[in-house]
């Protein structure tokens, strides 16, 4: 069991950048692959990256291949996604997501965070 709590989310202008952060509970951190996800309103819960538990391997959507990164911090039991020349069409509600093996978590996840909001004005 793992309870994520997510935070960062905010106000910025096109061409911004943000760092969300997702807390995750538990002590094998680890060893769960971790996504971030967004839904933005009318759409359905689209992936935007992952990263795998040993951070050896990393994932993306092609909409925000080159603008966002994804890292971790296994000390901190922490994941962050790292989002740089924003757009209005990255608005959503950003979630984070974690799962033991990458298909699972981008394909499935178990367990969820609560959603942090991010909106981007032009």
């Known amino acids: 069991q793992v309870q994520l709590v997510e935070s960062g989310g905010g106000l910025v202008q096109a061409g911004g950048s943000l760092r969300l952060s997702c807390a995750a509970s538990?002590?094998?951190?680890?060893?769960?692959?971790m996504a971030w996800f967004r839904q933005a309103p009318g759409n359905k819960r689209e992936f935007v990256a992952a990263?795998?538990?040993?951070?050896?391997?990393?994932y993306y959507a092609n909409s925000v291949k080159g603008r966002f990164t994804i890292s971790r911090d296994n000390a901190k039991n922490t994941v962050y996604l790292q989002m740089n020349s924003l757009k209005p069409e990255d608005t959503a509600v950003y979630y984070c997501?974690?799962?033991?093996?990458?298909?699972?978590?981008?394909?499935?996840?178990?367990?969820w965070g609560q959603g942090t909001q991010v909106t981007v004005s032009s």
């Open positions: 997501a974690a799962a033991h093996t990458i298909t699972v978590v981008t394909t499935g996840a178990p367990y």
């Open positions: 990263i795998s538990g040993s951070a050896g391997n990393t």
């Open positions: 538990g002590r094998t951190f680890s060893s769960y692959a």
